[in-house]
């Protein structure tokens, strides 16, 4: 039987969930005398089905617990010391235009930058009031590519970032190739689905380094090699042409560039893929054979696979496998990837330009902390964002914020470890405080997010925050959005009509879509001329050794272990990491530990020329040779030493887009007492 609810709620307040997960999940939150008490899931999205994951049931010990930021604070001490006195609204408001004012008249307006990765917000409480703000006030522009930049770049020149397959036709494929995807931690939804097409008879393949809970039950699995994904799919591209199941027809009609990529994909045997990949030739046989031979046939393409070098042409390789192998056109055919454009609209309520100012690459924020070239950043502005956690390079990144001469706003919901870097610390409301659209980007969901509860402490929202600093230094006109909940009528008046209307009128958006949209039937490529670029020029200029090249593998003998950062069941990137979780472990295979005299539970040192990770082992055949790996999203209190896997993970690019390389990072391990 189950236990009794601690406290009862007297009512249930319907809203959504804006957290960086592909499934826009709708809640039912339980409040009692003011206090929430209860989330559960809602049932407003039709997939999600009243069932949320246990990160978002924790969400109250966030919002009252103690790491929760209640008011303004200003530093007192050294930077990093988190020495701070109490200050109020006005007067924090007040330093920040005085800091702004003080850079610009000495350094020009580009000296400022806004650093913020809006993965967890929706439409008001990012690029909306806050992006009038900065493009008013002609700051540095951020490029936010810590995440997601070259699967997004790869989607977009390929097919216009068509819509994808939706969760509710997987049960029509035949084969599902998941790759570089845990649906068990990050889009929990989708686990239904997958159970019930096996079920139907559906062959499910995974590609992942690690023996994910959905590698376990899949028909194949391959365990490849960080940063090999690419000449894993190039194999089955030279498998479809050279056998005659390209769909030549096809690619006639609807694509441009595909004798370029059969070009790239000649030279890549299954026996040459393999051995980069560290994978079965028979095995990588096996699953292209698959392919060409099932239909419907769908690619479930995730965001690990593009955090390396050549992230960019894995995703591109990969996303291209359905229009050469004719897997379109088809109930459950095609690929998955994100639907954050399927709604077909921009922010149309920015009506003021980006400015012709610089652009600054996010992933290089320490260098350009330390060592900039040209105007020097003098004020950063953190919001919607935990740099510390979050970006390559950490130790890099500590002494840029570290610097005596950086004013830093941080703008937070808790005390994260970028807030002891700030200047002025300001309390940020959560998505259960404050009015929001949350736009999923795997299920086609639009909702509307409302309060459930007052704002913690002093709490402000961003659109509150943003509009009043906009007012304090003249940016904004009269009439002009000067608070939330102008902010969300401004949003709401410039969405297309039938979306706007929708949303007023029942706090949820209509399909697009009579069912589910069948790619190359109901949905086709938003590029110019509708058709696939299999081999966009632009792509293939700006990668260095061009779209699909290889570039190898950067361990050495010294540095000879792949560490991987993969997202796990306690956190959303970083967010939620402030809670209670059990001891952080480094994951590596025996085959690695028995060498090095490691033993389960030992104390270990993980290390390389950017810094160390003091941590404990943690032994296991789930994760290939060669790998070993440390969460996504850890805080600095979860080590021994204070360092993250961002600690060790090198501020290079990759090939395309300008994305994070986080899986490039190549490590030694020893035990601790070892030097």
Known sequence: MAEPRAVEPDVHVTTACPLDCPDGCSLSVGVRDGRIVEIDGGHANDVTRGYICAKVRRFPERVYGPDRLRYPMARTGPKGSNQFARVSWDEALERIVDAVEGVRAKDGAEAILPYCYGGSNGMLTQDA?????????????????????????????????????????????????????????????AVPYLRQAQKDGARIVVVDPRVTAQARTADLHLAVRPGTDVVVALAVHRHLFETGRADLAFLAEHAT????????????????????????????????????????????????????????????????????????????????????????????????????????????????LTDPVGTPVNLLFVYNCNPVATVPDQGHVLRGLSREDLFTVVFDQVHTDTVPYADVVLPATTFLEQYDFTRAYGVVSLLLTQPVIDPVGEARSNADVFADLGRRLGLFEEGEPRAELEALVGVLDGLPEDIGSSLKATGRATPLWDGAPVQFVDVFPRTPDRKVH?????????????????????????????????????????????????????????????????????????????????????????????????????????TANGSTATALAPATLTDIAGGACFNDARVQVSRANQV
């Open 257 to 368: 560039g595909a004798a370029m990529l059969r070009a790239k994909a000649a030279e890549w045997t299954f026996e040459r893929a393999a051995e980069v990949a560290g994978v079965s030739a028979a095995d990588l046989e096996t699953f292209a054979e698959w392919y060409a031979t099932s239909s419907p046939a769908l690619v479930r393409c995730g965001w690990g696979l593009e955090r390396n070098r050549n992230g960019g042409s894995a995703v591109m390789a990969v996303l291209a496998l359905p229009a050469v192998g004719g897997k379109f056109g088809v109930r459950g055919g095609g690929y998955v990837m994100s639907n954050s454009a399927a709604w077909g609209f921009n922010r149309p309520w920015l009506d003021t330009p980006e400015p012709p100012t610089r652009a600054i690459n996010m992933n290089l924020l320490g260098s350009m």
């Open 534 to 638: 299999l081999f966009p020029e632009a792509l293939d200029r700006e990668a260095p050794l061009g779209l699909y090249a290889y570039q190898p593998d950067p361990g050495s003998a010294e540095f000879p272990l792949a560490l991987i950062s993969p997202s796990s069941d306690r956190t959303v990137s970083s967010t939620l990491g402030e809670l209670p979780r059990p001891d952080v472990r480094l994951l590596l295979h025996p085959d690695d530990a028995t060498p090095r005299g490691i033993a389960d539970g030992d104390d270990v040192r993980v290390w390389n020329v950017l810094g160390e990770v003091r941590v404990r082992a943690q032994l296991g055949s789930w994760i290939r040779p060669g790998t070993v790996s440390l969460p996504k999203g850890l805080w600095r209190r979860h």
């Open 129 to 189: 009031t806050d992006a009038l703000f900065f493009r008013r006030l002609g700051a540095s522009r951020l490029l936010r590519t810590v995440c997601a930049a070259p699967t997004g770049a790869a989607a977009m020149a390929l097919y216009g970032k068509m819509p994808s397959v939706v969760y509710q036709d997987y049960p029509h494929a035949k084969l599902i190739v998941i790759w570089g995807m845990n649906p068990g931690v990050s889009g929990i939804h």
